[in-house]
């Protein structure tokens, strides 16, 4: 694995990235010769119409999918450099993922699940648990550690997902839209806990939404269209 990513070196960036599919004859494009840099403590937000391509670029992005053309390089790695074994380490150390649907277990309470990325990188039980401890009570979830999933309002599982994407401490964080199922209120909590943590923890954003005022509260917002990104 490379060095840690320096002040000055983007966190995630992608050259020339393809994908098309083949459907019969015809080759569908989806994506079109994108070009991307993000930086320690940036937030970029990405919107677009559905079906636009904006979750195929997250997986090409996070190295979950393979482009058909160009390069995608995280944390100084060159994700089609790496096999499948390392990209996945990789993914875990520099990568946070935050989905609509949470998806936390949910026979595991709340500490539980932000310790689980720790866990898989084989960090002690002990430190683990303070890690997550720590984590939870600053995104104001200290009082509700031992819930489950079931016992908690959606707002605050959105709040243990951003915990547990964050827990590794990794150079950034891609969220796909992270506020779709909250209210006014919660969505803002959500948005300034970004903002926070960009500034005090030099995390960057990488927010995939259909909520323009999201969208407007990042550092850039950038159109997916026809394959490729513009300026929105």
Known sequence: MGDPVKQDQAVLSCRNLGKSYEEGPQSVVVLDGLT???????RIAIVGSSGSGKSTLLNMLGGLDTPTTGSVWLAGEELSALNEKQRGLLRNRALGFVYQFHHLLPEFSALENVCMPLLIGRTAIAEARQRATQLLER????????HKP???????RQRVA????LVNRPG?????????????HT?????????????????AF??????LQLAQQMDRV???????LVAA
Not at 139 to 146: K, S
Not at 206 to 211: E, F, N, Q, S
């Open 36 to 42: 991307l840099e993000l930086h320690p403590g940036e």
């Open 139 to 146: 995104v104001g979830l200290g009082h509700r550690l031992a």
């Open 150 to 156: 079931a016992e908690l309002s959606g707002g605050e």
């Open 162 to 165: 951003i915990a547990r994407a």
């Open 172 to 184: 950034l964080v891609m969220l796909d839209e992270p506020t779709g199922n909250l209210d006014h």
């Open 187 to 203: 969505a803002q909590g959500i948005q300034d806990l970004m903002k926070e943590l960009s500034i005090s923890s030099q995390t």
């Open 206 to 211: 990488l927010v995939v939404t259909h909520d």
């Open 222 to 228: 950038l159109r997916l269209e026809d394959g490729k």
